[in-house]
């Protein structure tokens, strides 16, 4: 268990919906780290918020959105949503807002199918 | 195109092999990062190498960086069933820090 929790486990949706993934880091980590999984795209960074403010962008289409409440535990929303965005979805979170500089602990992931 | 190759994309061996699985590239990290996933669950850091030409040892499991820090590999000696999974490197870039993941090797050692 890395302590890094996400909710739901499963989700299923149909295309055109709006979806919201919840993220909550390990206690006393400041940094959350979204990663989009899927078969032919290996782990892709999507963004990286640090105590609430963004730090880092990656391949995030416009269609998605994150943000890091005052309490740490992060959201990732994805809308408009198309077959392709199919995929797991992995949190991480560290404690500082450096990538690479320290471990990234990762979730146990959502994983989403579009109908 | 992927910043970092590794290869094989899948490896399907005997427990009691020994395996070597590779993660290249054009670009130079300052660091590199080895993680192991199991199906069903986030990937796990294994190791972190930042020093050309370092060899780390982790139990059955040996990782080297490539002098020029472009390139590393992950040896395993007698592998067991309960080292299947899906083996990932991430490289660190100098200056912006961004880390990049390669595609993975799924490894699965059969009893």
Redesign the interface.
């Known amino acids: 268990d890395s302590g890094v929790t996400q909710t739901p486990k499963h989700l299923i949706t149909a295309t055109g919906q709006r979806v919201t993934l919840r993220c909550s880091p390990r206690s006393g980590d400041l940094s959350v780290y979204w990663y989009q999984q899927s078969l032919d795209q290996g782990l892709q960074f999507l963004i990286q918020y640090y105590n609430g403010e963004e730090r880092a962008k990656g391949n995030i289409l416009e269609r998605f959105s994150a943000q890091q409440f005052p309490d740490l535990h992060s959201e990732l929303n994805l809308s408009s949503l198309e077959l392709g965005d199919s995929a797991l979805y992995f949190c991480a979170s560290s404690t500082t807002g450096t990538r690479g500089a320290d471990t990234q602990y990762f979730g146990p992931g959502t994983r989403l199918t579009v109908l | 195109t992927?910043l970092l190759e590794q290869s094989p994309q899948f490896l399907s061996i005997q427990e009691g092999e020994n395996l070597t699985v590779y993660c290249n590239s054009s670009s130079v990290f300052?660091?590199l990062?080895w993680y192991r996933q199991e199906p069903?669950?986030?990937?796990?850091?294994l190791v972190?190498v930042v020093t050309g030409g370092e060899v780390k040892k982790l139990k059955r499991l040996t990782f080297q960086f490539g002098d020029a820090r472009k390139d590393s590999s992950l040896h395993i000696t007698a592998a067991q069933p309960g080292d299947t999974g899906l083996y990932?490197c991430?490289g660190?870039s100098r200056g912006n820090?961004?880390?990049?993941?390669?595609?993975?090797t799924r490894l699965t050692v059969k009893p």
């Open positions: 992927q300052s660091s990062q069903g669950e986030g990937p796990v850091l972190t990932l991430a660190v820090n961004d880390m990049r993941f390669g595609a993975g």
